[in-house]
């Protein structure tokens, strides 16, 4: 498991790397109850900027940079999301499935909404706010015992 600069990862979120690689470009935040795993056959790489949020599972796929993986959604092995593209909430991306850059994938199974591109620098905001936030409570936390 490798994490770049700035890489935060939140209470709970799981990232197992003990049947292959995992790697998470920089300033990106895995939240709360997520699980990223990878298999034998298929890495998991997780691009810079990305907000992969709260009880995501992310196994064996290809994430680009900039790219918002949404609660409770399901990425799997073989998968393939663009840069900047959105994965909705709760959505399962099934295996080998690619998400071009910018589109947006909703439902179960996941499919491509038609006729939309997701705006220029989307997830910044979030992006800034959790790698503040992960800074702040690195510089700041103490323990209450």
């Known amino acids: 498991v490798t994490l770049a600069d700035g890489v ?10 003990d049947y292959g690689t995992i790697s998470v470009g920089e ?3 895995i939240q709360d109850g997520t699980v990223v795993h ?6 998991t790489i997780i691009g810079a900027r990305c907000t992969v949020g709260h009880n995501a ?5 290809t994430i680009g940079d900039e790219v918002l993986i949404a609660s409770g959604s399901i990425v ?7 840069d900047g593209a959105i994965v909705g909430a709760g959505a399962v991306v ?11 994938a909703l439902g179960i199974p996941a499919k491509i ?4 591109e997701v705006p220029q620098g989307h997830i910044d ?11 702040y409570y690195r510089e700041n936390l103490r323990r209450l015992d």
Request: with cysteine; glycine share 12%; net charge positive.
């Open 8 to 17: 935060t990862v939140w209470p709970g979120a799981v990232l197992r790397g």
């Open 27 to 29: 300033k990106t935040n």
């Open 38 to 43: 990878c298999t034998v056959i298929d890495a």
């Open 57 to 61: 599972h992310i196994e064996g796929a």
């Open 76 to 82: 799997l092995n073989g998968s393939s999301i663009g």
């Open 94 to 104: 099934p295996f080998n499935f690619v998400v071009p850059p910018r589109r947006m």
């Open 113 to 116: 909404r038609e006729g939309y």
């Open 125 to 135: 905001l979030n992006t800034t706010m959790y790698f503040e936030n992960g800074k």
